[in-house]
């Protein structure tokens, strides 16, 4: 079956450190989006991309980025994690009708 | 920026009570999606909307997509405690590829 999955699943790390959040799908989509979830905002844009070699910044971009070398997979970093950066990170892929199907998460706590 | 309020945020019922969630903007959006979260995994869509005035049933869930499709409503009949969850409700625009999420009503529903 096809599915998404985000690695790792919990992440603690220090302020300044560079951290990569790893997102894979096998559903063969174009599609693919990073979101944070916080408490009270629901969940918010960070990047998206189109397909392979594109990139976009979403709503709360600043702070990370992506890259997106194939259709399965769409890294997060974060350059230089900071405390305001600790929440539960999403990503998502949607099929042609705009439906998303999200991976389980990565809870991430920078100290 | 297209916004999207959900409310209630927090709700609490005993089980076999009813219940109507909201999602109100004022942007239009081409489509309306609803989802449900459940503690440590990722949304999964429960329905999508797309005419103004259309209503979807799912069991004891109705779906109601306002006739100026800027508004949504989430109604459950007699709920049960596996309808506990977070509730989101998710606006496309007009390429129908972004989602604007709302910041979700958490569902508690007590035995």
């Known amino acids: 079956d096809a599915e998404i999955t985000q690695s790792p699943r919990h992440k603690i790390t220090e302020t300044g450190r560079q951290v990569t959040l790893a997102c894979h799908q096998t559903w063969n989509h174009n599609n693919m989006f990073w979101y944070r979830q916080d408490l009270g905002h629901g969940l918010r844009l960070i990047h998206y991309?189109?397909?392979?070699?594109?990139?976009n910044k979403g709503e709360v971009s600043d702070g990370y980025s992506v890259s997106r070398s194939n259709t399965e997979d769409l890294p997060l970093t974060l350059e230089s994690a900071a405390s305001s950066q600790t929440s539960v990170y999403f990503c998502a892929s949607s099929d042609p009708y705009g439906t998303q199907y999200f991976g389980p998460g990565t809870r991430l706590l920078v100290l | 920026t297209q916004l999207l309020e959900q409310s209630p945020q927090f709700l609490s019922i005993q089980e076999g009570e009813n219940l109507t969630v909201y999602c109100n903007s004022s942007s239009v959006f081409s489509s309306l999606q609803w989802y449900r979260q459940e503690p440590g995994e990722g949304p999964v869509l429960l329905v999508t909307?797309?005419?103004?005035?259309e209503v979807k049933k799912l069991k004891r869930l109705t779906f109601q997509f306002g006739d100026a499709r800027k508004d949504s409503s989430l109604h459950i009949t007699a709920a049960q405690p596996g309808d506990t969850g977070l509730y989101l409700c998710?606006?496309?625009?007009?390429?129908?590829?972004?989602?604007?999420f709302g910041s979700g009503t958490q569902l508690t529903v007590l035995p």
């Open positions: 991309s189109y397909g392979v070699q594109d990139t």
């Open positions: 998710a606006g496309a625009g007009g390429s129908a590829r972004q989602l604007t």
């Open positions: 909307v797309v005419t103004g005035g």
